[in-house]
């Protein structure tokens, strides 16, 4: 068990205003995140891949994706377990749902239902779900635990959660490198202890003992190498603004000749994995789970 306080949010988190935010903040994003879908879509598959194999989705099952932004894995879900079968895709912002809506028009699903849900209050009945899947979700969210013991809820006995949460944030360079140069500007607070955020459970004993807490058995969690390529700098500099409100704010509140400074910064700081050409591989180190109900 995790020694007492390790892992504790500080007492002054206040847990409504970070849903509060976290809500805004990503129906604002959605837009960004429907523009940059292709990529986002490359460079997660592995992950999406990976779940899909550790929940094995069977026809006529119905599977629930968690935080699911666009939808990536529940739509490939939605194939497996058809034409019986259904998936529900969930999101708490109602603009990354209708980007998923979309997205499942395209590829022409009829077996797919989307709902506006947060994670930590799941409105579903109790084992009413084959298996649950959660891409890069559960460590932004205000009560990780409460979300995980929803997900055992509403899973049938033998249901299985498939999950990814970042790694440490020394292991994800391209998602840490633009966080670090506003912080150390004074630009953005560093994040309290326990507080959620992009690499909040990027720890594997700790996803473990919130697994084993919330009644899961069969625990495996694994780590996943991956890399984000972009054309050049620029590329990596709009995508970033486009994708992350908390950046683009941050940033954009700024006057011009510092903003320029910022982005000076952020590029020397990713000057390691710019190739000859002008082109970025940048590492990125994900945690990947599964657990059984």
């Known amino acids: 068990m995790t020694s007492d306080g390790e892992h504790r949010v500080r007492d002054d988190f206040d847990a409504n205003a970070h849903r509060e935010a976290s809500l805004q903040g990503w129906e604002e994003a959605a837009a960004g995140w429907v523009r940059s879908q292709e990529q986002i879509r ?56 209708a980007g998923a809506r979309k997205r499942a028009a395209e590829l022409g699903l009829a077996n797919v239902e989307f709902q506006t849900i947060n994670a930590e ?32 809820r509403v899973l049938r006995p033998g249901g299985r959660v498939a999950l990814a ?48 807490e919330a009644g899961f058995a069969e625990v495996r969690v694994e780590a996943l190498e991956l890399r984000r390529a972009h ?34 910064g952020v590029r020397a700081r990713l000057a390691p994995y710019e190739a000859p050409d002008g082109t970025l591989d940048i590492p990125a180190r994900t945690l990947v789970a599964s657990a059984s109900a």
């Open 42 to 97: 490359a460079f997660g598959a592995p992950v999406s891949h990976w779940m899909l194999d550790a929940v094995a989705p069977q026809p006529g099952q119905r599977v629930l994706e968690l935080a699911a932004g666009l939808g990536e894995t529940g739509l490939l879900a939605a194939e497996l377990v058809a034409p019986v079968g259904g998936v529900v895709i969930s999101d708490q912002a109602d603009a990354m749902l």
């Open 165 to 212: 949460v970042w790694d440490a944030i020394e292991r994800t360079p391209w998602a840490a490198q633009p966080g670090l140069e506003l912080r150390e500007r004074g630009l953005l607070p560093a994040p309290g202890p326990g507080a959620p955020g992009p690499f909040a459970l990027g720890d594997e004993q700790r996803l473990r003992e919130l697994l084993d």
């Open 231 to 264: 054309g050049g700098f620029d590329d990596f500099w709009e995508t970033t603004l486009d994708l992350s409100r908390v950046f683009h704010d941050a940033v954009l509140a700024r006057p011009a000749p510092e903003i320029e400074q910022i982005r000076a």
């Open 121 to 152: 209050w799941i409105d579903l009945p109790v084992a009413s779900v084959d298996a649950v899947l959660c891409r890069w979700g559960y460590m932004l969210m205000a009560d990780p635990p409460a979300a995980l013991g929803e997900t055992r």
